[in-house]
């Protein structure tokens, strides 16, 4: 076990170990001074279960520890162990007893699992994802006996594989009487203090807050853990002289290979390296260096022997796994939960307000409606046969909507009005399209040599989004029609990489290329990311900006349209009339909705013979991306970069002292703090009390009523590091990447809304440090019911760590905005964004509202989805909704087989529910009526159009096959075909889904 003072330095020597063994271990602690925070982010207590469980398991193992964690009373091994819960097939046990046991050892009841620690109850089957799985489970039950345990996919909900046994740990680490120590864990374990004098300085700085927080009798004293065979290093009163463990660093070579190599050579060392260009480079310069195929994060020398690593030569940023603790990293999730009271619209009768599920009789038949109020008292109850007619309403946040009366004009006024709007949207969008498709270009070729190579440089490991969206961007540029694509993802996600692959593309075609920033940071930043990305291959790169003297802007101008220079970056400047290209290949526009009206119509002409790719931070949802086929291609990078540490979150009452030691905390390993103020008014007071709080910080501020370039200097500033605080409104703009920013305070964290709180959350953790979010409240406040809501979903949406549950909704309001235009937004909030978006999916395909009645009897059946599958509403409502979806056989068999898997078992009643909807899809597809529907028969026309498509005595043939209680009739140019129901064997749907395929099937061939 390694000791050491801070949980940055324990980090640091974790991520370096990390890259060697795998049975290296962080036992990470949060500071004391958040421990009153009403929620925070489980990764660190998620950290500490997974050591804790795997201490015993009789491996040998490295475990790192901090101050924090090595003197905290931890509860006695055998009291942890006996607080597991131990399942198998075949035990039998009361569900309840199940329950009240997960809950006592701190899981927490939820309506659906999706992350770590939560579990739920539907029917006969119990869901947990138990902290010691890297997959949720599924207990199914028959009576009080296990008949089946499954793993399962959260994302998916379905199962996995099966598995006989499983054991469930504790989430919790106080069971009331902790006095053990991580050290008390250890069997012949063997402690190393990295600098103990540190170690015993930083025991009396915490020693205040623990006394402030009444905490003392919750840790042990290091002294008193200390013990004569321990080690000391990096301190003279290293107890064992013997112990030489001294080694020296090698410094960098800032890209400088013939010293590199050089130094090699006179020091006859050995280069660990995977890297095969450098090997390439040693072969080919008959080189003569030991080569060893495997990583070194840095090189060091020990007892005169020199090892060096390929990153002595180029700098490197570590990366961690820590897919172990970090398990649900999937991209964001949309959940429609709907709940009683949430405005929802029905697209035939407007906006109301939902109010449950009601069940009804019809005919003996049990059937569920929605039911949703209007103005007056006036009610709707819908059948949930029309639940794919029903949006949860979703606008930006604080914009409430009109509720008319039920079925009133203004609600058609209202669609009308936005339907011509969506007209005139998606006519502009496919004009440019029509325009561009007309054009030609010259397709560049596919990738050379120079371009694998390029590619293979790249330091870390490709998530398959950026793999996917740089083949489409490329197999764009291989074709003659110019590329017109929006290439999506959040900061950090990797888009630039994807960028640079397209740009060096058009670079070996002899092309230029051009990349528009909004603000000049931002075009500075990707301008310094590309000289160190393109170095080693003789790009020509410049920079066009205001921080330039005109002479200067001239002469770049000049070498520009002579055509040397290859890449040129820059801000609105680009788009002058001044600036003509040699041959401009490729133009990248970063963040397009931020440009003026004026700017944006200079892009347009640009636009049209050269390749565009255009680029947004705003993560685009699926439902945006679906509304808008065949008007614009898209490229999503969704899923986060590997081995990204999740921010820890904390949401606290509002403390200066914590304030205070959270950024020097950042200061000390050399890090910088922003801090989220979102009051213009006070700014200067508030930047005048941070200045006498910290005095040791340099601190600036900046606001939205700046100028535009004073605003950008300070943040310029900010990035290279001149400044350790920025304290801001919530102006500052995504696209700004600073890794070395990894703490983030935001001030009266209840006033913003949960969309916003994820984007200022998204601005730290992009680095290999673990990052910080301390949203804070005041507690003298008297805070409104919507506050409290939104302190209770921040709550919610800290506990999530990193598997975010917010819903896509938000960020599909701002989406919606950025793709279509701000002036939309009017529009959106009349009427919701999910059936906005709908609406112009229908327009974009010809799609039709069809208001008029279908002329057909209708097929009655049971609806009633009862409570022994779920007494969860949104679970139901989610269950109707996929029912109701069925559109073909596989669908119909897909959605049964996911109900089996999730509740245990399908009653015949919902089965037949689900066949009836296959069924009701095939007659309107195969444009056929039911004429007749009573108790003794059923009939169906088969109107002459389809009929001319089918060999009748084939399907005459086939029927008898099914049932001989079928009936053929010729009349009016039609066949009627009646099905007897008398003495059947099944019920008769099925007899009708049999004929129903047989039709579809001789019609098709």
């Known amino acids: 076990m390694l000791v050491f003072s801070t949980l940055n330095e324990a980090n640091e020597t974790y991520n370096n170990l990390k890259n060697y063994i795998d049975d290296v271990y962080l036992f990470p602690e949060d500071d004391y001074i958040v421990k009153s925070a009403i929620a925070s982010s489980s990764e660190l207590l998620y950290m500490r279960l997974n050591l804790i469980n795997s201490i015993f398991d009789g491996k040998k193992k490295i475990i790192i520890v901090h101050l924090n964690s090595y003197i905290k009373k931890l509860p006695n091994i055998n009291k942890y162990n006996a607080n597991k819960i131990k399942l198998k097939i075949g035990d039998k046990i009361n569900r309840d007893e199940i329950v009240k046991k997960l809950i006592e050892i701190g899981y927490k009841k939820e309506s659906m699992v999706y992350d770590t620690s939560e ?31 499954k793993y399962f996919d959260v994302n998916t909900q379905i199962s996995i594989k099966e598995t006989n046994v499983i054991n469930i740990n504790s989430i919790k680490e106080d069971f009331g009487d902790n006095n053990t120590s991580i050290r008390d864990y250890l069997k012949d374990g063997l402690v190393i203090y990295n600098n103990y004098n540190q170690i015993l300085n930083q025991e009396k700085l915490i020693k205040p807050q623990l006394t402030y927080l009444d905490l003392t009798s919750s840790v042990f004293k290091v002294a008193d853990l200390s013990s004569s065979t321990d080690i000391h290093i990096d301190t003279i009163n290293n107890k064992d002289s013997q112990i030489d463990i001294y080694a020296k660093s090698i410094d960098n070579f800032n890209s400088n290979k013939e010293l590199f190599f050089e130094d090699i050579i006179k020091n006859k060392g050995i280069l660990f390296t995977n890297n095969k260009n450098l090997m390439k480079d040693i072969q080919n310069n008959d080189i003569h260096i030991k080569i060893e195929k495997n990583t070194l994060n840095k090189g060091f020398v020990y007892k005169n022997n020199y090892y060096y690593s390929e990153f002595d030569l180029y700098p490197k940023n570590l990366n961690v796994n820590l897919t172990k603790n970090n398990k649900n990293n999937s991209a964001i999730m949309s959940i429609d939960n709907i709940k009683i009271g949430d405005y929802v619209v029905h697209k035939k009768s407007g906006i109301g307000i939902y109010m449950g599920i009601k069940t009804l009789e019809k005919n003996g038949l049990k059937k569920d409606y929605i039911l949703i109020q209007y103005k007056g008292n006036d009610k709707l109850y819908m059948p949930v046969e029309d639940i794919t007619r029903l949006y949860k309403y979703a606008s930006k946040e604080g914009a409430r909507p009109t509720i008319n009366k039920l079925n009133s004009i203004e609600w058609t006024k209202t669609k009308l009005r936005i339907k011509e709007r969506i007209k005139s949207i998606t006519g502009e969008l496919l004009n440019i399209y029509k325009q561009r498709s007309l054009s030609t270009i010259e397709p560049f070729n596919i990738d050379e040599e120079s371009q694998i190579n390029f590619e293979s440089e790249f330091e870390y490991e490709e998530t398959i989004d950026q793999l996917k969206s740089s083949e489409e961007i490329k197999n764009d540029l291989e074709k003659s029609k110019p590329m017109d694509r929006l290439l999506c993802g959040d900061v950090g996600y990797g888009k630039t990489e994807v960028i640079f692959r397209a740009m060096f593309k058009t670079i070996i075609n002899n092309k230029q290329a051009a990349y528009l920033c909004p603000t000049t940071v931002l075009s500075h930043q990707q301008y310094s990311s590309a000289i160190e990305r393109f ?3 003789g790009v020509n790169i410049d920079l066009i900006n205001r921080h330039f003297t005109n002479k200067q802007i001239q002469d770049k101008l000049k070498k520009l349209k002579e055509g040397k220079i290859d890449i040129v970056f820059g801000t609105h400047r680009l788009l002058s009339s001044d600036v003509i290209f ?19 119509e200079k892009i347009k002409k640009m636009k049209s013979n050269v390749h565009v790719l255009s680029v947004s931070a705003t993560p685009i949802p699926r439902s945006l991306q679906m509304s808008l086929v065949g008007l614009r291609d898209f490229s999503l990078i969704e899923s986060a970069p590997k081995n990204r540490y999740p921010v820890q979150t904390y949401v606290i009452e509002h403390n200066d002292m914590l304030i205070r030691e959270a950024i020097l905390k950042e200061m000390e390993r050399k890090g910088q703090t922003f801090i989220i103020y ?3 008014k006070n700014m200067d007071n508030t930047y005048d009390k941070y200045k006498k709080l910290i005095p ?37 703009e995504n696209g700004i990447d600073i890794p070395n920013a990894n703490t983030i305070i935001v001030i009266d964290s209840d006033r913003f809304g949960l969309s916003q709180l994820y984007q200022i959350r998204g601005r730290v953790g992009r680095s290999d440090r673990i990052a910080y979010s301390y949203l804070m409240y005041r507690k003298e406040k008297i805070l409104n019911s919507l506050a409290l809501k939104r302190l209770e979903a921040i709550k919610e949406f800290t506990e999530l760590g990193s598997g975010y549950k917010i819903s896509m909704r938000d960020l599909a309001i701002r989406g919606a905005g950025d793709i279509l235009g701000k002036e939309q937004a009017g529009f959106i909030d009349s009427v919701g964004v999910d ?23 209708p097929i009655e059946v049971e609806t009633h989805i ?13 269950m109707h909704k996929k029912i109701n979806l069925i559109t073909n056989k596989q669908e119909l068999i897909d959605s049964l087989n996911i109900i089996r898997d999730r509740f245990g078992y399908t009653n015949s009643k919902l089965e037949l529910y689900a066949h009836e909807k296959y069924i009701e899809k095939m007659v309107t597809d195969l444009k056929i009526k039911i004429t ?23 399907l005459f043939v086939g029927s008898t096959k099914i049932s001989t209680k079928f009936n053929f009739l010729y009349k009016n140019e039609s066949v009627f075909i009646t099905l007897l129901k008398a003495t059947l064997e099944r019920n008769y749907l099925y007899y009708i889904e049999e004929l129903l395929e047989l039709i579809n099937k001789l019609y098709n061939n």
């Open 535 to 537: 170095k080693n291959y």
């Open 866 to 878: 009862g409570k022994e599958y779920t007494d969860e509403e949104e679970i139901i409502i989610d």
């Open 932 to 954: 007749e529907n009573d108790n003794l028969k059923i009939s169906l026309k088969i109107s002459k159009k389809t009929l001319s498509n089918l060999n009748i005595e084939k």
């Open 119 to 149: 579990f739920s109850v539907r029917g006969f089957v119990i869901d947990v994802f138990p902290i010691n799985e890297d997959n949720a489970i599924r207990i199914e039950f028959f009576d009080d006996e296990i008949e089946k345990i």
């Open 835 to 857: 059936m906005f978006l709908d609406l112009i999916k229908e327009e974009s395909l010809g799609i039709t509202e069809e208001e008029v009645e279908k002329e057909t009897v």
């Open 582 to 600: 040699k041959d401009l290949g490729l133009l990248v526009i970063d963040e397009e909705h931020r440009f003026g009206v004026e700017q944006k």
């Open 678 to 680: 979102n009051n213009i």
């Open 696 to 732: 040791e910080a340099k601190i600036c501020y900046a606001h939205g009523r700046m100028s535009k370039n004073e605003m950008q200097d300070i943040i310029y500033d900010f990035t290279n590091k001149k400044y350790d605080v920025l304290i801001s409104t919530t102006i500052i």
